[in-house]
């Protein structure tokens, strides 16, 4: 299991995602997500309705771009 203590956001993650996929929603998919795909220090979770990315990085886990489908 993924251990992380907050959940934050990325530059590149408000410059051009954030007015689309606001970011109170990601936290509620990521915290809420039964299994996230863990690759290197990224994590990935993909649905039929979303895709999110983010980066676990001492305890911090930065999301990085999140999309609709």
């Known amino acids: 299991m993924t251990r992380y203590e907050k959940i934050?956001?990325?530059?590149h993650y408000k410059i051009c995602h954030e007015k689309d996929f606001?970011?109170?929603?990601?936290?509620?998919?990521?915290?809420s997500a039964k299994s996230l795909r863990k690759k290197e220090n990224k994590i990935v979770l993909i649905t039929d309705q979303y895709y999110i990315l983010c980066e676990l990085k001492e305890k911090i886990l930065?999301?990085?771009?999140?999309?609709?489908?």
Not at 8 to 11: C, M, P, R
Not at 22 to 31: D, G, K, Q, S
Not at 62 to 69: D, E, G, L
């Open 8 to 11: 934050e956001k990325t530059e």
């Open 22 to 31: 606001p970011f109170e929603e990601v936290c509620r998919i990521v915290l």
């Open 62 to 69: 930065y999301v990085i771009n999140a999309k609709r489908k």
